[in-house]
Every structure is written in C-alpha cells, then in structure tokens.
T-cell receptor, first 113, second 115 residues
C-alpha cells in the first residue's frame, strides 16, 4: 500500500539549533517527493520537491532535503532554525502524471527561545 | 497575481444537510485539486479537475462531487453530511495538467463543522 510516515508528531528545537524532520514512504512507482509547510492562518506552501537528479534538494527558507532510495526516506533539514519556522510540516509523495498526492500526518515544529 | 481563494472560511452544518464550497484558482492555472484535512492529520486527496473534467478521484464516496467552470474556478459539493465530514477542505491549483511538474498552490481552506 502507498503511504507516507512521519514518525514524529511534535519536535521541539531551540532557536539557532539544527533541525531534521523524518519522512519515510512506501510507493510502488518512481516517487516524486515534496515537503510542504502549514502555518496558522496560511495555506500550505511548498518548501521543496524532488523529481529526479541530484538527491540533495535545496528549497526555500534555507531548507534542504535528501532523497535516499535505499532507505525510502526524504528527510528535511535546516542548519539553524528561526522562531518563524514554528509550523506544521508535511511530507507528500505522488506520481508525475498527476497531483494525487499521498500525505504524511505532519510534524509540528515548536521553537524554544 | 491573485492567489487561491476559498469560501466560506468557516461554516457549521447539521447531519444530513448539503454543503457547497467554492474555490477560485490562481490566475493562469487550469487544474484544481480538492483535499480533506481532518484534525491532526495530513490532507487526503478527494478529486482533481482539469479543463472542466474530473481527472482523478481518491477514496471518497459519490456524495462528494465537484465541478470546474470555464474560468477554472471550482466547487466541492458534499451531500448527506456525516459527523466525520468535519474537516478543513483545501483547494489547490496548478498549471498545465498532467504530467505535473509544477507547484500546487493552496488556499487557506474552508473549515466545515458538522453537528
């Protein structure tokens, strides 16, 4: 079955510390992978996407993610978080032919001052 | 450039009623997708419209239906509302239809509460 697992429901990080959010997927075809962020009162915003090529992908707001096929993972990282990064982060997988994305349950990022 | 707008932002209905949610896609976008996001969960794909035709459907019953208009705006209709339909309904637009390599642009959603 196709699925996306985000093992951490909440993560608390001190401002200025590094961040890694985990994402594992199960998908029959070649996966196309996405990270979105959802802030209160705002729509989901694309942080980055992986379709092919270099497995280390750079996104907006200083985020990056690495696709590891052997581990079926697409973890999101940021070297130094800011208080404005507090939000919910969603990993999603889909096919190139459509946007019927399958989403993880999300990880809520809490920033400690 | 106008983003994706959804209306209403919040609404309350009772079981058995019907609801219509509306979405205006971003300028120039011809594909609209609808997602249901229950509390504490990720979005679930309901269906997608491309050039006024349904272009894919998730695991939702027929009482969830939709339309896309010539200006690419869209409606989501839900009949015979059930308590479990309480959720945030998200509309997303994109450009170009399949194969999609562009970005999904989301509205802020319509929060539906069914009592």
């Amino acid at each position: 079955a196709q699925s996306v697992t985000q093992p951490d429901i909440h993560i608390t990080v001190s401002e200025g510390a590094s961040l890694e959010l985990r994402c594992n997927y199960s998908y029959g075809a070649t996966p196309y992978l996405f990270w979105y962020v959802q802030s209160p009162g705002q729509g989901l915003q694309l942080l980055l996407k992986y379709f092919s090529g270099d497995t280390l992908v750079q996104g907006i707001k200083g985020f990056e993610a690495e696709f590891k096929r052997s581990q079926s993972s697409f973890n999101l990282r940021k070297p130094s978080v800011h208080w404005s990064d507090a939000a919910e982060y969603f990993c999603a997988v889909g096919a190139l032919s459509n946007y019927q994305l399958i989403w993880g349950a999300g990880t809520k990022l809490i920033i400690k001052p | 450039e106008t983003g994706v707008t959804q209306s209403p932002t919040h609404l309350i209905k009772t079981r058995g009623q019907q609801v219509t949610l509306r979405c205006s896609s971003q300028s120039g976008h011809n594909t609209v997708s609808w997602y249901q996001q229950a509390l504490g969960q990720g979005p679930q794909f309901i269906f997608q419209y491309y050039r006024e035709e349904e272009n894919g459907r998730g695991n939702f019953p027929p009482r969830f239906s939709g339309l896309q208009f010539p200006n690419y705006s869209s409606e989501l209709n839900v009949n015979a509302l059930e308590l479990d339909d309480s959720a945030l309904y998200l509309c997303a637009s994109s450009q170009g239809g399949p194969p999609n390599t562009g970005e999904l642009f989301f509205g802020e959603g319509s929060r539906l509460t069914v009592l």
